[in-house]
């Protein structure tokens, strides 16, 4: 009788359920998967010796695209290890409008994951629905910096600017008439917090939609329950933060155990899960999503209320008003100051890290009290998660490898940087 | 024109004229099977709220033909260290298959190409013939995605065709033939005599069986787009996979198809006052037709062990319990219910 052998066979890097350029070497006992073996840094782009060469200012945007999905939360890390260095105070509105963006994001990343996973397992609609709803949140960011996902708006010692009064307005074009336009702008007719306060009222009732769709699916259960297990105690010796953890069992949460901004005056319940597998960690993050609609509308009742600046009056740190430059020397100089050399940062090190959708991503900062970092470590959720990948997906089949990449929420900017 | 050709060419006119009359099938097949992808497009773009295509011609609906054309001139590659014989043989064994199991399909009392008595039995025999062009294309491709789609097609047919047959098993007692014609003239008398209702179960076991033999969502492992990229074709392209695609959706309509002639009547109207035909089968076919997109529409993808396991551990006792059951009350003072 002929000797049976596993066999290798390679998975990506162009894939469509490898989120991008994730490239696995599989071990395959027929359909069964023996060992995995990821391949990382297809998508590396240098992002920490880049900003070794460039001012802190100039190094925000490229935060921006680390992980593509969660673009606020990146800077919010960067900029916040900054402001840790300098020890100054973010004006409460800005920490207030950080916080609703933060969470905007997270609803973002979250609809993002869910579509993708979903598609993983062959669930198409979820994706669209999905996708739709992040449409509306882009215009959320578009109305705030002006770009729809490379937003570059959290800066060190606030934000960019205050909140807009009116909402970018679709126009009519040759395909949509008056009517079909003034449908869709019905919503848009107020602010910026009128549109995302609508959008809170709207979204639960969108959550359900796409509940109804899979969590009580017996087909989504039999290809999540018990897929991917991972027990609170290898949980936290792999590394994994954010919904991995949680999903395992373990209330842990940067939001609460070590709370920035202005997280302590928030009211939000932190969901956990019990068996640590696929569906589990669905529902965590199906929760979050509700959890973080909750903290978007507090931060809408707060941000109504109470006007103020949005970014320090230290002008060593952040860019005097255009108006006060038109008429002010020292103004002009300093402004003239931020935009060619930058500021300089105190020689010393800091680390600071924001509960990112994916788990805790921070930014450590070594300084020599120059304009630019030293170094700047990127402290990537993914990494970690990606790691356990062989541990999670031992003796399930390939299809389930699939499931499993798709709850972890892996995005390849953060990982390979 | 039949008086026409035997008079004037009596020696070939028979050949002629089966020869039209398999062209007058195959070609509306043709058609209906491009405009499904149009109708799925279609359906499945308003589920998920969008619009579908649009831009060829009104309403999109030259897109199926705009995309043939693309197909077609598109080159066919042949990947070095396949078989190349059997890399060419597998899509034509996929569909000739298809193609050939409408030969028995009767549209309307006598609008049959070949009415044989053991029709039934010759779809069934169609139909699995289906199987060895996956198999032998994933084979063929000499590529380990491809193979694993071949794999689990070949393992999922196979199930599934014993739940299918058994399921048929329970439609030729009640109506005591093979010939489908005489299967449908068995449910004459109005909505209430179609086989559906004794046989509800197997009705509903048939239509899911259906749906795994035609290797469509929830059951589409042996292509799986996310985890087999596209399976026992993905070495495929050009007209060559365009085979495949329309084998699988003239395959989709023929199981369809046969669910209205066996279940549901086929061309018998469900009430008194509308008369009999062809159209009703057509619309019967559409309604079936439109639960598979729906289906594709809504389902996460089964695993193949579960796909399996669903087959052999649920359908077939199912099937099982209910032939016995069926052929009890055959004997038994309800046998009317049961024709």
Redesign the interface.
């Known amino acids: 009788m002929a000797e049976i052998k596993n066999?290798t066979?390679n998975f990506g890097p162009q894939?469509?359920?490898a989120h991008g350029v994730l490239r696995l070497v599989l071990e395959m006992d027929g359909?069964v998967i023996q060992r995995v073996d990821p391949h990382i840094g297809l998508l590396h782009r240098a992002t920490e010796k880049l900003a070794e060469n460039r001012t802190y200012l100039q190094s925000v945007p490229y935060m921006d695209r680390l992980d593509y999905v969660s673009m606020m939360m990146n800077e919010h890390a960067f900029v916040m290890t900054i402001e840790k260095m300098l020890d100054i105070n973010v004006p409460i509105r800005a920490q207030y409008i950080r916080v609703m963006f933060d969470e905007i994001t997270r609803v973002l990343n979250h609809l993002l994951w869910l579509g993708a996973h979903?598609?993983?397992?062959?669930?198409?609609?979820v994706f669209?629905?999905a996708f739709?709803e992040r449409e509306d949140l882009f215009d959320c960011y578009e109305a705030v910096s002006g770009a729809r996902m490379h937003a570059a708006y959290y800066r060190p010692g606030g934000v960019y600017r205050d909140l807009p009064e009116t909402m970018p307005k679709f126009e009519t074009t040759h395909k949509k008439n008056i009517k079909q336009v003034n449908k869709l702008n019905n919503n848009r007719q107020g602010s910026l917090l009128d549109f995302i306060s609508d959008f809170t009222t709207r979204f639960p009732g969108y959550i359900d939609e796409y509940e109804t769709?899979?969590t009580d699916?017996r087909?989504?259960k039999?290809?999540t329950v018990g897929i991917g297990v991972v027990s609170p105690e290898r949980a936290i010796a792999l590394g994994m933060t954010g919904p991995m953890l949680r999903g395992s069992g373990i209330e842990w949460d940067l939001r609460r155990k070590q709370p920035y901004e202005v997280y302590e005056q928030m009211k939000f319940d932190i969901p956990i899960g019990k068996e640590g597998d696929c569906y589990d960690r669905y529902l965590v993050r199906i929760e979050e999503m509700r959890e973080s609609n909750k903290i978007i509308k507090q931060c809408i009742d707060w941000l109504r209320i109470n006007p103020g600046p949005v970014i320090s009056i230290n002008n060593k740190i952040a860019p005097p008003s255009r108006e006060e430059m038109k008429g002010d020397m020292e103004a002009m100089i300093h402004h003239f100051k931020l935009f060619t050399e930058g500021f300089h940062l105190p020689e010393g090190e800091a680390y600071a890290a924001v509960e990112h959708p994916k788990g805790e991503f921070g930014t450590y900062i070594i300084s020599d009290g120059a304009n630019k970092p030293y170094r700047l470590k990127i402290r990537a959720p993914g990494f970690p998660h990606l790691a356990a990948l062989n541990e999670m997906t031992q003796g399930h089949?390939?299809?389930?490898l699939?499931a499993i990449i798709g709850t972890q929420d892996i995005v390849f900017g953060e990982i390979d940087r | 024109m039949e008086d026409i050709l035997f008079n004037y060419f009596p020696s070939a006119a028979n050949i002629i004229w089966i020869i039209l009359k398999i062209i007058a099938i195959v070609i509306p097949l043709m058609i209906s099977v491009a405009y499904l992808t149009y109708f799925e497009r279609k359906v499945i773009g308003y589920m998920q709220g969008r619009i579908g295509p649009n831009r060829v011609g009104y309403f999109g609906l030259l897109q199926p033909i705009a995309d043939a054309l693309k197909l077609m001139f598109k080159e066919i590659i042949l990947p070095t260290k396949s078989n190349k014989f059997l890399f060419f043989l597998a899509p034509i064994l996929t569909i000739a298959p298809a193609f050939a199991a409408w030969a028995v399909i009767p549209f309307d009392i006598g609008l049959v190409l070949a009415d044989v008595n053991a029709g039934l039995l010759y779809i069934l025999a169609m139909t699995s013939i289906a199987v060895y062009g996956v198999i032998i294309a994933g084979w063929a491709s000499n590529s380990k995605y491809a193979f694993l789609g071949s794999l689990r097609s070949a393992a999922q047919i196979v199930s599934y065709e014993i739940a299918m047959g058994f399921s048929l098993v329970g439609v030729l007692m009640c109506a005591n033939s093979l010939n489908l014609s005489q299967i449908v003239l068995g449910q004459s008398g109005g909505l209430s005599q179609w086989y559906i209702w004794p046989l509800f179960p197997l009705f509903i076991i048939y239509f899911i069986s259906a749906v795994a033999e035609t290797n469509r969502a929830p059951f589409d492992v042996a292509e799986g787009e996310s985890e087999i990229v596209a399976g026992f074709h993905v070495e495929y392209s050009g007209m060559a996979f365009a085979v495949f695609f329309l084998a699988e959706y003239a395959n989709m309509i023929l199981v369809s198809m046969l669910a209205a002639l066996m279940f549901l009547g086929g061309w018998l109207s469900p009430v008194e006052f509308i008369p009999d035909g062809a159209p009703w089968l057509f619309v019967k076919v559409g309604f079936l037709l439109f639960f598979f997109l729906w289906f594709r529409a809504t389902f996460p993808r089964y695993r193949y062990d579960q796909i399996m396991r669903l087959g052999w551990k649920v359908f077939i006792p199912i099937t099982l319990f209910w032939i016995v059951f069926i052929g009890i009350m055959m004997q038994t003072p309800y046998q009317g219910m049961f024709h």
């Open positions: 066999y066979m894939h469509p359920a359909e979903a598609l993983d397992v062959g669930a198409m609609t669209l629905y739709r769709l899979l699916n087909i989504w039999q290809r089949m390939l299809s389930d699939v």
